[in-house]
């Protein structure tokens, strides 16, 4: 089985689904997927957890493809307050939920490898060349940031694709030292930069995190923020999500998912009980 991790809440969920929607697509191997939540609704009625209804629906789709892969809400409120929710970046530029793959120590389920993808990622490829990359000397395998490599520094990495040794970073102490250091030490991207300042990193190229124009060979489409330049002195910085159809259509000319799109759409007409960040579009009025 293939594990993957999630992080996130209820508000996200049609990107998750997409998300694991087109992992499924690409790849015949079963699929044992933790989907990490939490309830801060007293902080903020946004951040609620993702409910056992969706983990249902989750569950149906991956197993439509293999009846042997499963999918697991892993619930970490109590290790969230414990640890982390009253560290320095509590708040900050992201929601409290990118810090909860942190957490991941702490549940014995997890296998000693696995994948992380963050929520707004989507396959487009079979996501097993990921997961049988060697990684045995190393607490994680990642794509250096598109942007931060020249920014910040050459071998600084995004963390929304991370193909973790979950035994290795245990032994290493890296879950412990990254929590200190998101507790202790105020930054503009915590968990990432705590990854990168103590992680023993192995560099993947591009096509498992891509995070500009998808090429024949990417295996990940990362639809994170982007910056375009133009002459002499203007930029634009874009922040598109794959749940933004229009925008992906139009501003980012992507189509390959639009099956996926599809059968998002039957499922949220089937169910009818989760939240949407982006409602499918209206159907064009007949004018004849």
Request: hydrophobic letters at 35%; charged letters at 25%; aromatic letters at 12%.
């Amino acid at each position: 089985m293939i594990p993957i991790i999630y992080a996130g809440n209820e508000g996200y969920f049609e990107g998750l689904l997409m998300n694991v929607l087109s992992v499924a697509k690409y790849t015949n191997e079963p699929l044992n997927i933790f989907a990490f939540t939490m309830d801060l609704s007293e902080e903020n009625p946004k951040f609620s957890a993702f409910t056992d209804k969706e983990i249902e629906i989750l569950n149906e789709v991956v197993q439509q493809k293999n009846p042997e892969s499963k999918v697991t809400k892993v619930d970490v409120t109590t290790l969230y307050k414990k640890h982390l929710i009253h560290g320095k970046n509590h708040q900050s530029g992201y929601t409290p939920y990118c810090l909860l793959r942190l957490l991941a120590d702490f549940v014995p389920e997890i296998p000693d490898k696995a994948i992380y993808l963050d929520i707004d990622t989507m396959c487009c490829s079979d996501i097993k060349q990921l997961y049988d990359i060697d990684v045995s000397n190393f607490d994680f395998a990642a794509c250096k940031d598109y942007m931060g490599r020249f920014w910040i520094r050459p071998t600084y990495c995004n963390s929304g694709v991370m193909l973790m040794n979950i035994r290795h970073m245990k032994e290493s102490g890296l879950f412990e030292k990254c929590r200190k250091m998101v507790t202790e030490k105020k930054m503009i991207m915590p968990d990432q930069t705590a990854l990168n300042k103590y992680g023993k990193k192995k560099y993947l190229p591009f096509r498992f995190n891509e995070q500009r124009k998808i090429k024949p060979d990417t295996v990940v489409k990362h639809f994170c923020k982007g910056i375009v330049f133009f002459l002499p002195f203007g930029f634009h910085i874009y922040n598109i999500k794959q749940w933004q159809r229009e925008k992906v259509h139009k501003s980012l000319k992507i189509t390959m998912f639009d099956e996926i799109y599809k059968q998002a759409d039957e499922l949220r007409e089937k169910y009818k009980c989760f939240k949407t960040q982006n409602p499918p579009p209206k159907p064009e009025k007949n004018n004849a």
